[in-house]
Protein backbone atom coordinates (compact mmCIF):
# COMPACT_ATOMS: atom_id res chain seq x y z
CA UNK A 1 0.00 0.00 0.00
CA UNK A 2 2.63 2.11 0.34
CA UNK A 3 2.72 5.41 1.38
CA UNK A 4 -1.32 5.88 0.89
CA UNK A 5 -3.16 7.12 3.68
CA UNK A 6 -4.69 3.63 2.82
CA UNK A 7 -7.08 4.49 -3.88
CA UNK A 8 -17.48 5.97 -11.63
CA UNK A 9 -22.24 5.62 -10.95
CA UNK A 10 -21.59 4.80 -14.90
CA UNK A 11 -18.46 3.17 -13.82
CA UNK A 12 -18.82 5.10 -10.57
CA UNK A 13 -20.36 2.06 -10.22
CA UNK A 14 -17.77 1.24 -8.68
CA UNK A 15 -17.15 4.86 -8.51
CA UNK A 16 -20.30 5.14 -7.02
CA UNK A 17 -23.64 6.03 -8.00
CA UNK A 18 -26.15 4.26 -9.64
CA UNK A 19 -28.58 4.98 -12.61
CA UNK A 20 -32.03 4.54 -14.56
CA UNK A 21 -30.27 3.67 -17.60
CA UNK A 22 -28.15 0.70 -18.39
CA UNK A 23 -26.88 -1.18 -20.83
CA UNK A 24 -28.46 -3.48 -22.89
CA UNK A 25 -29.74 -6.74 -21.57
CA UNK A 26 -28.04 -6.06 -18.84
CA UNK A 27 -30.63 -6.49 -15.82
CA UNK A 28 -28.23 -4.05 -13.12
CA UNK A 29 -26.97 -0.88 -14.31
CA UNK A 30 -24.29 0.64 -14.31
CA UNK A 31 -24.32 3.52 -10.96
CA UNK A 32 -25.05 6.83 -12.68
CA UNK A 33 -25.79 5.77 -15.92
CA UNK A 34 -27.39 8.56 -17.67
CA UNK A 35 -29.39 8.69 -21.18
CA UNK A 36 -27.43 10.42 -23.68
CA UNK A 37 -28.90 13.51 -25.70
CA UNK A 38 -30.85 12.31 -28.81
CA UNK A 39 -30.29 8.29 -27.40
CA UNK A 40 -31.60 5.76 -25.35
CA UNK A 41 -28.98 4.56 -23.86
CA UNK A 42 -27.02 4.46 -20.61
CA UNK A 43 -23.26 4.99 -20.23
CA UNK A 44 -22.28 1.13 -20.99
CA UNK A 45 -19.44 0.05 -22.57
CA UNK A 46 -19.22 0.10 -26.36
CA UNK A 47 -17.43 -2.75 -27.02
CA UNK A 48 -16.79 -5.17 -24.28
CA UNK A 49 -13.75 -7.78 -25.94
CA UNK A 50 -12.89 -5.82 -29.04
CA UNK A 51 -10.74 -3.29 -27.31
CA UNK A 52 -11.25 -1.02 -29.91
CA UNK A 53 -13.19 2.15 -28.89
CA UNK A 54 -14.25 5.09 -31.52
CA UNK A 55 -11.86 8.40 -31.13
CA UNK A 56 -13.22 10.76 -29.42
CA UNK A 57 -14.17 14.02 -30.63
CA UNK A 58 -11.15 16.83 -30.81
CA UNK A 59 -11.13 19.08 -27.29
CA UNK A 60 -13.44 21.87 -28.53
CA UNK A 61 -15.60 20.27 -31.54
CA UNK A 62 -19.40 21.41 -31.26
CA UNK A 63 -21.61 18.71 -29.54
CA UNK A 64 -23.46 16.69 -31.68
CA UNK A 65 -27.06 14.94 -31.18
CA UNK A 66 -26.33 11.36 -30.21
CA UNK A 67 -22.68 11.87 -29.79
CA UNK A 68 -22.12 13.63 -26.29
CA UNK A 69 -24.01 13.11 -22.97
CA UNK A 70 -26.04 15.72 -21.78
CA UNK A 71 -26.32 15.27 -17.85
CA UNK A 72 -27.62 17.68 -15.42
CA UNK A 73 -26.01 18.74 -12.03
CA UNK A 74 -27.76 17.86 -9.45
CA UNK A 75 -26.68 20.19 -6.69
CA UNK A 76 -23.62 22.55 -6.44
CA UNK A 77 -22.51 21.04 -2.53
CA UNK A 78 -23.40 19.66 0.93
CA UNK A 79 -23.77 21.25 4.24
CA UNK A 80 -24.54 19.97 7.53
CA UNK A 81 -27.64 20.71 9.46
CA UNK A 82 -27.80 21.42 13.04
CA UNK A 83 -29.28 18.05 13.67
CA UNK A 84 -26.33 16.41 12.02
CA UNK A 85 -27.25 15.43 8.68
CA UNK A 86 -25.97 16.48 5.26
CA UNK A 87 -28.48 18.64 2.98
CA UNK A 88 -27.68 19.57 -0.82
CA UNK A 89 -27.59 22.86 -1.92
CA UNK A 90 -29.61 23.03 -4.85
CA UNK A 91 -27.43 24.70 -8.32
CA UNK A 92 -27.19 28.10 -8.18
CA UNK A 93 -29.06 28.34 -4.78
CA UNK A 94 -27.78 29.99 -1.10
CA UNK A 95 -25.44 28.00 1.07
CA UNK A 96 -27.29 28.07 4.11
CA UNK A 97 -25.00 29.15 7.15
CA UNK A 98 -25.78 26.46 9.67
CA UNK A 99 -24.40 26.78 13.14
CA UNK A 100 -22.45 23.45 12.37
CA UNK A 101 -20.12 24.98 10.21
CA UNK A 102 -18.29 25.87 13.40
CA UNK A 103 -18.08 22.41 14.11
CA UNK A 104 -16.80 21.33 10.51
CA UNK A 105 -14.09 23.85 10.93
CA UNK A 106 -13.28 22.00 14.48
CA UNK A 107 -13.37 18.94 12.90
CA UNK A 108 -11.33 19.53 10.28
CA UNK A 109 -8.77 21.46 12.77
CA UNK A 110 -8.62 17.89 14.74
CA UNK A 111 -6.51 15.98 11.75
CA UNK A 112 -4.23 17.04 8.89
CA UNK A 113 -5.08 19.00 5.77
CA UNK A 114 -2.73 17.16 3.22
CA UNK A 115 -0.89 18.34 -0.26
CA UNK A 116 0.85 21.44 -1.19
CA UNK A 117 -0.23 24.78 0.30
CA UNK A 118 -1.66 25.69 -3.29
CA UNK A 119 -4.20 22.72 -2.61
CA UNK A 120 -4.93 23.88 0.20
CA UNK A 121 -9.02 24.98 -0.32
CA UNK A 122 -9.36 21.88 -2.57
CA UNK A 123 -8.17 19.70 0.20
CA UNK A 124 -10.19 21.18 2.91
CA UNK A 125 -13.43 21.08 1.04
CA UNK A 126 -12.45 17.77 0.00
CA UNK A 127 -12.31 17.25 3.78
CA UNK A 128 -15.76 18.77 4.66
CA UNK A 129 -17.68 17.21 1.58
CA UNK A 130 -16.40 13.70 2.53
CA UNK A 131 -16.84 14.18 6.51
CA UNK A 132 -20.84 15.54 5.30
CA UNK A 133 -21.55 12.16 3.53
CA UNK A 134 -20.80 10.15 6.59
CA UNK A 135 -23.72 9.99 8.23
CA UNK A 136 -24.06 9.24 12.15
CA UNK A 137 -23.72 5.92 12.76
CA UNK A 138 -20.95 5.62 9.73
CA UNK A 139 -22.68 5.52 6.79
CA UNK A 140 -20.40 6.40 4.20
CA UNK A 141 -22.76 7.30 0.90
CA UNK A 142 -21.55 8.10 -2.66
CA UNK A 143 -23.77 11.17 -2.17
CA UNK A 144 -27.24 13.11 -1.34
CA UNK A 145 -28.74 13.04 -4.85
CA UNK A 146 -31.44 10.24 -5.19
CA UNK A 147 -29.34 7.06 -6.54
CA UNK A 148 -25.92 8.05 -4.87
CA UNK A 149 -27.19 8.04 -0.81
CA UNK A 150 -26.30 4.19 -0.43
CA UNK A 151 -23.02 2.86 0.70
CA UNK A 152 -20.66 1.11 -2.11
CA UNK A 153 -18.00 -0.62 0.00
CA UNK A 154 -15.75 0.15 -2.22
CA UNK A 155 -16.13 4.03 -2.01
CA UNK A 156 -16.63 3.38 1.70
CA UNK A 157 -13.13 1.49 2.15
CA UNK A 158 -11.60 4.51 -0.07
CA UNK A 159 -13.04 6.67 3.00
CA UNK A 160 -11.75 4.90 5.35
CA UNK A 161 -8.49 5.11 3.64
CA UNK A 162 -8.75 9.45 3.64
CA UNK A 163 -10.03 9.76 6.68
CA UNK A 164 -7.08 7.38 8.50
CA UNK A 165 -4.52 9.51 6.63
CA UNK A 166 -5.47 13.02 7.83
CA UNK A 167 -5.44 11.66 11.43
CA UNK A 168 -9.09 11.34 11.85
CA UNK A 169 -9.20 7.96 13.05
CA UNK A 170 -11.97 7.45 15.08
CA UNK A 171 -14.50 8.24 11.96
CA UNK A 172 -12.59 6.15 9.72
CA UNK A 173 -13.15 3.27 12.71
CA UNK A 174 -16.61 3.64 13.03
CA UNK A 175 -17.01 3.48 9.08
CA UNK A 176 -15.09 0.04 9.02
CA UNK A 177 -18.02 -1.19 12.24
CA UNK A 178 -20.82 0.16 9.86
CA UNK A 179 -19.19 -1.78 7.00
CA UNK A 180 -18.84 -5.09 9.28
CA UNK A 181 -22.55 -4.81 10.29
CA UNK A 182 -23.68 -5.05 6.74
CA UNK A 183 -21.57 -7.75 6.24
CA UNK A 184 -22.90 -9.62 9.15
CA UNK A 185 -26.37 -8.95 7.76
CA UNK A 186 -25.23 -11.71 4.61
CA UNK A 187 -24.75 -15.08 4.61
CA UNK A 188 -21.41 -16.03 3.04
CA UNK A 189 -19.05 -12.30 3.75
CA UNK A 190 -19.51 -11.21 0.36
CA UNK A 191 -20.54 -7.59 -0.36
CA UNK A 192 -23.87 -6.01 -2.21
CA UNK A 193 -22.60 -3.70 -4.78
CA UNK A 194 -24.76 -1.30 -2.31
CA UNK A 195 -26.73 -1.22 0.55
CA UNK A 196 -29.39 1.40 1.83
CA UNK A 197 -27.55 3.78 4.51
CA UNK A 198 -29.59 2.46 7.57
CA UNK A 199 -27.58 0.15 8.68
CA UNK A 200 -29.98 -3.14 8.39
CA UNK A 201 -28.04 -4.44 5.48
CA UNK A 202 -30.94 -3.84 3.20
CA UNK A 203 -30.39 -2.97 -0.87
CA UNK A 204 -32.01 -0.87 -3.05
CA UNK A 205 -32.01 -3.40 -6.20
CA UNK A 206 -31.38 -6.70 -7.34
CA UNK A 207 -28.15 -5.65 -8.73
CA UNK A 208 -26.23 -8.67 -6.39
CA UNK A 209 -23.09 -8.90 -5.14
CA UNK A 210 -19.87 -7.76 -6.42
CA UNK A 211 -16.32 -9.68 -4.94
CA UNK A 212 -13.82 -6.63 -5.33
CA UNK A 213 -15.33 -5.06 -2.12
CA UNK A 214 -13.55 -7.81 0.16
CA UNK A 215 -10.28 -6.82 -1.43
CA UNK A 216 -10.96 -2.92 -0.86
CA UNK A 217 -12.42 -3.82 2.79
CA UNK A 218 -9.14 -5.94 3.57
CA UNK A 219 -7.00 -2.76 2.41
CA UNK A 220 -8.86 -0.14 4.22
CA UNK A 221 -8.74 -1.99 7.62
CA UNK A 222 -4.80 -2.08 7.07
CA UNK A 223 -4.83 1.43 6.53
CA UNK A 224 -6.42 2.27 9.12
CA UNK A 225 -4.21 0.09 11.63
CA UNK A 226 -1.42 1.24 10.12
CA UNK A 227 -1.98 4.66 10.75
CA UNK A 228 -3.60 3.93 14.28
CA UNK A 229 -0.29 2.25 15.08
CA UNK A 230 2.15 5.05 13.97
CA UNK A 231 -0.36 8.00 15.89
CA UNK A 232 -0.02 5.30 18.74
CA UNK A 233 3.97 5.14 19.08
CA UNK A 234 3.50 9.02 18.55
CA UNK A 235 1.68 9.57 21.56
CA UNK A 236 3.44 7.23 23.75
CA UNK A 237 6.84 8.96 22.48
CA UNK A 238 5.13 12.80 22.50
CA UNK A 239 7.32 15.65 24.55
CA UNK A 240 5.35 17.10 27.75
CA UNK A 241 3.27 19.96 26.09
CA UNK A 242 2.91 18.96 22.51
CA UNK A 243 0.00 19.32 20.87
CA UNK A 244 -1.66 15.24 21.45
CA UNK A 245 -2.50 13.21 18.72
CA UNK A 246 -6.09 11.82 17.88
CA UNK A 247 -7.42 8.90 19.50
CA UNK A 248 -7.21 5.94 17.10
CA UNK A 249 -10.68 4.33 17.24
CA UNK A 250 -13.11 4.61 20.31
CA UNK A 251 -11.16 2.27 22.01
CA UNK A 252 -7.57 2.64 23.83
CA UNK A 253 -5.37 1.43 21.90
CA UNK A 254 -5.14 0.03 18.21
CA UNK A 255 -4.60 -3.72 18.87
CA UNK A 256 -7.97 -3.34 21.41
CA UNK A 257 -9.88 -1.71 18.64
CA UNK A 258 -8.44 -4.25 16.12
CA UNK A 259 -9.61 -7.18 17.87
CA UNK A 260 -13.26 -5.37 17.55
CA UNK A 261 -12.92 -5.84 13.66
CA UNK A 262 -11.85 -9.19 13.33
CA UNK A 263 -15.31 -10.71 12.09
CA UNK A 264 -14.65 -8.49 9.40
CA UNK A 265 -11.25 -9.35 8.81
CA UNK A 266 -11.62 -13.00 8.79
CA UNK A 267 -14.93 -13.02 6.70
CA UNK A 268 -13.72 -11.29 3.81
CA UNK A 269 -10.62 -13.50 3.63
CA UNK A 270 -13.13 -16.48 3.98
CA UNK A 271 -15.02 -15.03 1.52
CA UNK A 272 -11.76 -14.65 -1.08
CA UNK A 273 -10.69 -17.98 -0.26
CA UNK A 274 -14.29 -19.60 -1.25
CA UNK A 275 -14.91 -17.62 -4.49
CA UNK A 276 -11.71 -18.66 -6.47
CA UNK A 277 -11.45 -20.27 -9.52
CA UNK A 278 -8.59 -23.23 -10.35
CA UNK A 279 -6.27 -20.42 -11.83
CA UNK A 280 -6.32 -18.77 -8.80
CA UNK A 281 -8.46 -15.82 -10.40
CA UNK A 282 -11.85 -14.98 -8.56
CA UNK A 283 -14.80 -16.11 -9.75
CA UNK A 284 -17.31 -14.01 -12.19
CA UNK A 285 -18.72 -11.32 -10.61
CA UNK A 286 -19.11 -7.26 -11.61
CA UNK A 287 -16.55 -4.91 -10.56
CA UNK A 288 -16.67 -0.99 -10.18
CA UNK A 289 -18.74 -1.54 -13.73
CA UNK A 290 -21.21 -3.33 -12.10
CA UNK A 291 -22.11 -5.24 -15.07
CA UNK A 292 -23.02 -8.36 -15.55
CA UNK A 293 -19.70 -10.41 -16.09
CA UNK A 294 -18.89 -14.49 -17.19
CA UNK A 295 -15.34 -14.22 -16.66
CA UNK A 296 -12.69 -12.78 -14.17
CA UNK A 297 -12.36 -9.23 -14.70
CA UNK A 298 -8.49 -6.99 -13.57
CA UNK A 299 -10.81 -4.78 -11.13
CA UNK A 300 -11.87 -7.68 -8.87
CA UNK A 301 -8.51 -9.56 -9.46
CA UNK A 302 -6.57 -6.21 -8.57
CA UNK A 303 -8.73 -5.38 -5.59
CA UNK A 304 -8.08 -8.75 -4.11
CA UNK A 305 -4.40 -8.94 -4.41
CA UNK A 306 -4.02 -5.25 -2.81
CA UNK A 307 -6.12 -6.30 0.13
CA UNK A 308 -4.57 -9.71 0.73
CA UNK A 309 -1.25 -7.69 0.38
CA UNK A 310 -2.23 -5.14 2.93
CA UNK A 311 -3.62 -7.21 5.63
CA UNK A 312 -0.94 -9.61 6.28
CA UNK A 313 0.19 -7.28 9.41
CA UNK A 314 -3.47 -7.20 10.66
CA UNK A 315 -3.76 -11.04 10.25
CA UNK A 316 -0.29 -11.42 12.14
CA UNK A 317 -2.01 -8.72 15.47
CA UNK A 318 -5.07 -10.75 15.15
CA UNK A 319 -3.21 -14.74 15.44
CA UNK A 320 -4.79 -15.46 12.39
CA UNK A 321 -3.51 -17.64 9.60
CA UNK A 322 -1.07 -15.57 6.77
CA UNK A 323 -2.70 -15.68 2.95
CA UNK A 324 0.81 -15.89 1.13
CA UNK A 325 -0.65 -19.13 -0.36
CA UNK A 326 -3.43 -17.11 -2.05
CA UNK A 327 -1.91 -14.08 -2.89
CA UNK A 328 1.10 -16.67 -4.61
CA UNK A 329 -2.18 -17.97 -6.54
CA UNK A 330 -3.48 -14.88 -7.71
CA UNK A 331 -0.21 -13.20 -8.57
CA UNK A 332 0.25 -16.23 -10.64
CA UNK A 333 -3.20 -16.27 -12.46
CA UNK A 334 -2.80 -12.39 -13.09
CA UNK A 335 0.65 -12.99 -14.00
CA UNK A 336 -0.73 -15.57 -17.18
CA UNK A 337 -4.07 -14.26 -17.98
CA UNK A 338 -3.79 -10.67 -17.71
CA UNK A 339 -0.52 -9.16 -18.42
CA UNK A 340 1.21 -8.15 -20.52
CA UNK A 341 -1.73 -6.03 -21.63
CA UNK A 342 -3.51 -5.92 -18.34
CA UNK A 343 -6.99 -5.35 -20.42
CA UNK A 344 -10.51 -5.49 -18.44
CA UNK A 345 -10.76 -9.25 -19.38
CA UNK A 346 -8.14 -12.30 -19.93
CA UNK A 347 -6.29 -11.46 -23.31
CA UNK A 348 -7.47 -8.50 -23.88
CA UNK A 349 -6.07 -5.02 -24.59
CA UNK A 350 -9.39 -2.84 -23.95
CA UNK A 351 -8.02 -1.45 -20.26
CA UNK A 352 -9.82 0.21 -17.95
CA UNK A 353 -9.33 1.70 -14.58
CA UNK A 354 -8.16 -1.12 -12.55
CA UNK A 355 -4.40 -1.35 -14.52
CA UNK A 356 -4.08 1.80 -12.01
CA UNK A 357 -4.93 -0.74 -8.80
CA UNK A 358 -1.78 -2.72 -9.85
CA UNK A 359 0.05 0.31 -9.67
CA UNK A 360 1.90 2.18 -6.48
CA UNK A 361 0.87 3.02 -3.86
CA UNK A 362 -1.19 -0.35 -4.65
CA UNK A 363 1.63 -2.67 -5.10
CA UNK A 364 5.54 -2.41 -6.11
CA UNK A 365 6.54 -0.77 -9.18
CA UNK A 366 6.51 -2.68 -12.32
CA UNK A 367 7.80 -1.50 -16.08
CA UNK A 368 5.29 -3.65 -17.81
CA UNK A 369 2.39 -2.02 -15.75
CA UNK A 370 3.18 1.09 -15.82
CA UNK A 371 3.73 1.00 -19.81
CA UNK A 372 -0.05 -0.56 -19.58
CA UNK A 373 -1.43 2.50 -17.27
CA UNK A 374 0.73 4.77 -19.62
CA UNK A 375 -1.11 3.98 -22.44
CA UNK A 376 -5.06 3.58 -20.84
CA UNK A 377 -4.55 7.12 -19.51
CA UNK A 378 -3.90 8.21 -23.56
CA UNK A 379 -6.91 6.26 -25.03
CA UNK A 380 -8.98 6.55 -22.24
CA UNK A 381 -8.65 10.85 -22.18
CA UNK A 382 -11.97 12.63 -22.73
CA UNK A 383 -12.53 16.14 -24.72
CA UNK A 384 -12.58 18.41 -21.34
CA UNK A 385 -9.40 16.90 -20.18
CA UNK A 386 -10.25 14.26 -17.66
CA UNK A 387 -10.41 10.01 -18.32
CA UNK A 388 -13.15 7.69 -18.58
CA UNK A 389 -13.33 4.81 -16.98
CA UNK A 390 -12.24 2.48 -19.66
CA UNK A 391 -11.02 2.10 -23.44
CA UNK A 392 -14.37 0.51 -24.20
CA UNK A 393 -16.29 3.27 -22.23
CA UNK A 394 -19.24 4.97 -23.93
CA UNK A 395 -17.83 7.36 -26.42
CA UNK A 396 -20.07 10.07 -25.04
CA UNK A 397 -17.71 12.44 -24.37
CA UNK A 398 -18.13 12.08 -20.28
CA UNK A 399 -14.95 12.34 -17.92
CA UNK A 400 -15.26 10.91 -14.60
CA UNK A 401 -13.71 12.33 -11.49
CA UNK A 402 -12.93 9.08 -9.57
CA UNK A 403 -11.02 7.91 -12.46
CA UNK A 404 -8.98 10.97 -13.42
CA UNK A 405 -8.17 10.73 -8.96
CA UNK A 406 -7.07 7.43 -9.19
CA UNK A 407 -4.46 8.11 -12.05
CA UNK A 408 -3.00 11.18 -10.20
CA UNK A 409 -2.60 9.22 -7.22
CA UNK A 410 -1.01 6.48 -8.57
CA UNK A 411 1.04 8.91 -10.93
CA UNK A 412 2.17 10.82 -7.34
CA UNK A 413 2.76 7.68 -5.71
CA UNK A 414 5.41 6.55 -8.75
CA UNK A 415 6.83 10.06 -8.15
CA UNK A 416 5.56 11.14 -11.90
CA UNK A 417 4.93 14.59 -10.38
CA UNK A 418 3.94 16.19 -13.31
CA UNK A 419 0.94 14.16 -14.61
CA UNK A 420 -0.19 13.80 -10.59
CA UNK A 421 -0.31 17.91 -10.87
CA UNK A 422 -1.76 18.04 -13.90
CA UNK A 423 -4.60 15.85 -13.21
CA UNK A 424 -5.06 17.13 -9.52
CA UNK A 425 -4.83 20.88 -11.21
CA UNK A 426 -7.67 19.59 -13.78
CA UNK A 427 -9.76 18.53 -10.90
CA UNK A 428 -9.22 21.15 -9.06
CA UNK A 429 -10.58 23.56 -11.87
CA UNK A 430 -13.82 21.65 -12.74
CA UNK A 431 -15.31 22.47 -9.20
CA UNK A 432 -19.09 23.14 -8.50
CA UNK A 433 -20.10 26.98 -7.71
CA UNK A 434 -19.64 25.98 -3.91
CA UNK A 435 -16.31 23.71 -4.85
CA UNK A 436 -17.89 20.28 -4.82
CA UNK A 437 -16.02 17.77 -6.41
CA UNK A 438 -18.51 16.33 -8.77
CA UNK A 439 -18.93 12.89 -10.52
CA UNK A 440 -18.54 13.50 -14.29
CA UNK A 441 -17.58 16.75 -16.02
CA UNK A 442 -18.76 16.77 -19.89
CA UNK A 443 -17.56 17.52 -23.34
CA UNK A 444 -17.42 21.24 -22.64
CA UNK A 445 -16.13 20.91 -18.87
CA UNK A 446 -19.28 21.72 -17.29
CA UNK A 447 -19.47 19.91 -13.64
CA UNK A 448 -22.50 16.79 -13.81
CA UNK A 449 -24.32 14.30 -12.14
CA UNK A 450 -23.74 14.57 -8.32
CA UNK A 451 -21.80 16.82 -6.59
CA UNK A 452 -19.76 16.03 -3.97
CA UNK A 453 -18.91 12.34 -5.18
CA UNK A 454 -17.13 10.62 -2.08
CA UNK A 455 -14.68 8.25 -3.63
CA UNK A 456 -13.46 11.45 -5.59
CA UNK A 457 -12.77 13.55 -2.07
CA UNK A 458 -11.06 10.55 -0.51
CA UNK A 459 -9.12 10.05 -3.80
CA UNK A 460 -8.16 13.39 -4.02
CA UNK A 461 -7.20 13.45 -0.23
CA UNK A 462 -4.96 10.29 -0.77
CA UNK A 463 -2.79 11.76 -3.91
CA UNK A 464 -2.03 15.07 -2.45
CA UNK A 465 -1.20 13.16 0.33
CA UNK A 466 1.42 11.70 -1.64
CA UNK A 467 2.65 15.03 -2.98
CA UNK A 468 2.81 16.86 0.45
CA UNK A 469 5.65 18.88 0.95
CA UNK A 470 6.44 17.42 4.32
CA UNK A 471 7.40 13.91 4.08
CA UNK A 472 6.78 12.06 7.11
CA UNK A 473 8.36 8.91 8.14
CA UNK A 474 7.19 5.46 6.65
CA UNK A 475 4.60 3.98 8.04
CA UNK A 476 5.61 1.38 10.36
CA UNK A 477 5.77 -2.75 9.91
CA UNK A 478 3.20 -4.00 12.63
Known amino acids: MGTVASVVATVCAAFACVAPAGPAAAPSPPRGAVPVVGGPGAAAPA???????????????????????????????????????????????????????????????TGTVPGPAGYRDLAEQALRDM??????????????????????????????????????????????????????????GV????????????????????????????????AWYSHAVREDRAASTATPGATPVPAASPASAPREALEGLRPLVVRSVDAIRANRGSDGLPTASPDY?????????????????????????????????????????LREGIAEHFAPTFGRHPGEWSRDTAVAFLMPPFAAPDRTVTAAWTAAAQAMARPAGGLAPGVA????????????????????????????????????????????????????????AVAPLA??????????????DVVGPPLPAV
Open 455 to 468: WTCAIVLLALAELD
Open 131 to 188: KALVLPGGAAVAGLSEDWRYVWPRDASFVVAALAGTRHLGDAYEVLTHLQDLQDAGPD
Open 191 to 222: FQARYLPDGSGAVPDARGTQLDGNGWVLWAVA
Open 289 to 329: WEVPETEATLGTAAAWLLGLEAVGPVLAALDEPPVDDVVAA
Open 393 to 448: WRQDGVSWTPTTAIFALTAAASGDRDRAVGWLDWLDGHRTRLGALPEKVLWDGRPS
Open 47 to 109: SASSGVAPAPPPAGAPAARGDYADIPLHADGVVVGADGHPRAVPVGGLEPAYPSALAMDLWVA
